[in-house]
């Protein structure tokens, strides 16, 4: 491996892993202000049209104590590490907090934030087909722009937005770029790295994030492909942490051609329109169109077509469902797109992903296990 592309590796890496110090870095650099993001889906153009620093929260491996008197038991884990940690006061240093709510516990969550931030919350329609949606929407955005601006003391303008939404679709292509590229070349970005390279863009400026994504691309042109003698996968999920479960697949030779992940690629799978004047009503479009989600309402169902096709696409030998342990959502989808693939004839297993396990024996005996009889 070149020199220029092991540094790339573990620049990712080090943004991947150190969020907090990404936060005071941009602070110290800029001057300017760092807004928190809850997971799912947020208008990261318009905090990245002030200035700011649109940081991702989606919690951590972290043993749960004092967030016990505030969640119950069955919220997931991301929601419990987050409670955690901003009782501890971890998130103090973000200057606001943007919450979508498309599940309970987000719901819960936003009512019962306990860290010094101020807090913008905002709701996607679920019935996402008809125009009633978009022109909701964006009076939603409206409302978040309208919010941001009063904590921020000043305005942001529709060319700053403009030019937002051009960066991050250059990023998204970006990186749809990348996860093609990184299919073919397992052996240099293997399940850690890739997920480090992806999980980097919720830590800093999306610009930044695709000069260096862009460069490894160029870097990894240069290696030759070697054929893959381990396995290659789908992942569909929230997630997939911590990274004792990623080395699994690591030690395994259980390669990630592909995912379907709320954490990775839902993010990136569409663009934002660039054209017309009306840019708030252009960012609905991306909600709009978002197909194959969970937390996204589809009566259609398409989720399990998706993933048999990504399958077939990047010639891969299963589908491994990366189940968060009491997403309500994620387990109403589980039926049907397991029946599908059963219909499909395409091998799959779950697995279940809690950030607050600590012993990951059963899970790698099921990977062995299933690895065999692919």
């Not at 972290?62 to 967030?67: L, N, R, T």
């Not at 978040?144 to 991050?168: H, P």
């Not at 909600?287 to 399958?311: F, H, P, Y």
């Amino acid at each position: 491996m070149k020199e220029r592309l092991e540094e790339l590796i573990h620049i990712f890496e080090e943004i991947a892993n150190n969020p907090k110090k990404m936060v005071e870095d941009y602070k110290k650099e800029t001057g300017k202000e760092v807004i928190g993001v809850m997971p799912v889906y947020t208008p990261e153009e318009i905090i990245h049209a002030a200035g700011c620093l649109p940081i991702g929260l989606w919690g951590g491996k972290k043993e749960i104590s004092k967030a016990r008197a505030y969640l119950p038991p069955f919220a997931c884990s991301i929601m419990q590490t987050v409670m955690e940690l901003e009782i501890e006061g971890t998130y103090d240093i973000l200057d606001a907090v943007l919450f979508s709510v498309p599940c309970d516990t987000l719901k819960c969550l936003s009512q019962k934030w306990k860290g010094k931030s101020p807090v913008i919350i905002f709701t996607h329609p679920q019935n996402r087909v008809i125009e009633g949606a978009n022109i909701y929407l964006k009076r939603e955005y409206e409302t978040v722009k309208e919010e941001l601006e009063k904590i921020l003391g000043r305005n942001i303008t529709n060319e700053n937005l403009k030019e937002s939404i051009k960066i991050y679709n250059e990023n998204r292509k970006t990186m749809r770029e990348f996860v093609e590229i990184a299919a073919q070349y397992p052996q240099i970005i293997d399940p850690i790295i890739r997920h480090n390279i992806i999980k980097s863009r919720w830590f800093i400026r999306k610009e930044k994030h695709t000069a260096y994504v862009k460069e490894l691309i160029n870097e990894l042109k240069k290696e030759p492909i070697i054929p893959w003698d381990g396995k290659k996968v789908i992942l569909t999920g929230i997630m997939a942490e911590p990274k004792e479960l990623l080395e699994i697949f690591k030690d395994e030779k259980i390669a990630i051609v592909g995912d379907d992940l709320a954490q990775e690629s839902r993010q990136f799978r569409g663009d934002i329109p660039e054209d017309g004047e009306d840019v708030l009503y252009n960012m609905t479009k991306w909600w709009q169109n978002l197909e194959g989600c969970s937390l996204a309402t589809d009566t259609n169902k398409v989720r399990g077509e998706m993933l048999i096709n990504m399958c077939k696409s990047a010639k891969a030998d299963a589908v491994i469902v990366c189940m968060m342990k009491f997403c309500d959502p994620e387990e109403f989808d589980y039926p049907i797109y397991h029946r599908e693939f059963s219909e499909a004839e395409i091998k799959n297993i779950s697995i279940e992903v809690d950030l607050e396990v600590s012993s990951f024996e059963q899970i790698r005996t099921r990977l062995q296990t299933f690895k065999d009889i692919l």
